[in-house]
């Protein structure tokens, strides 16, 4: 869960009007209603068994990016469009 928590902080740093980008929660042990969210089921399969995991798609719906590790702001901007 540390994971999960440090990377929900790297993502409220972002302006995502400015970067024009949406993120959506997947955690397998409990619904985060906080925002846009899936259900359990969905996303333990999206995770495959991995703890953690953070998938970033183009506008076409292609994942550019696939990290099962905590990815920076630099990164994670480095991805994004603009």
Do not use: W
């Amino acid at each position: 869960m540390q994971d999960y928590e440090a990377q929900l902080e790297i993502m409220s740093t972002l302006d995502a009007e400015e970067l024009q980008y949406l993120y959506v929660i997947a955690n397998s042990e409990k619904v985060d209603s906080s925002g846009y969210h899936m259900q359990t089921t969905e996303s333990e399969r999206i995770l495959s068994g991995d703890d953690f995991k953070i998938i970033v798609y183009d506008e076409n719906g292609s994942a550019i990016l696939i990290e099962n590790k905590v990815v920076s702001e630099t990164d994670l901007e480095k991805h994004l469009p603009r």
